[in-house]
């Protein structure tokens, strides 16, 4: 006898209506994890890079990418992803501020030598200086 099950439209109707309604169980999961989140993904680190590695072998990011194909990626970018994307700038800047902090300090304490007339090689050296302090900033913290 053949398994009865729902069709694809019925399946993606209940999945739309019930993550709309489950807002607050995810505030609330958030606010009140089982287990405390940073510690948790710390320990999945092997994991997390044997899964990559394994993702890598089969060409999953590749095959994902091709599935999807250009028409879902505009028509999500174009449409949830710009009306998220101003507010999702606005709630994040606090953390860009406090993540930037370090690297301006680091260009405003560089003793960079004079600027030259546009297209002068020797800009280039100004460049060059600051690149390589916040790629140290970046390794060693």
Known sequence: MPIQI????????????????????YAAGVASPRQD?????????TTWGAGVQQAISNG????????????KWQ???S????????????????DY???VAPYLSVIASLNLPPRNPKGDP?????VAMIAQALRAKKLNG
Request: no cysteine; aromatic share 6%; net charge positive.
């Open 60 to 71: 999953s990011f590749a095959k994902g990418v091709n599935a999807a194909g250009t028409p």
């Open 79 to 94: 449409g949830v992803g710009a009306q998220r994307y101003g507010p999702g700038v606005q709630a994040a800047q606090n």
């Open 6 to 25: 729902k069709s694809a439209d019925a399946a993606a109707k209940k999945y739309a209506t019930r993550g709309a309604a489950a807002g607050q169980d």
């Open 122 to 126: 020797g800009n280039i050296q100004r």
């Open 75 to 77: 028509r999500k970018a």
């Open 37 to 45: 989140w940073a510690q948790a993904t710390a320990n999945s680190a």
């Open 97 to 99: 501020q406090t993540g």
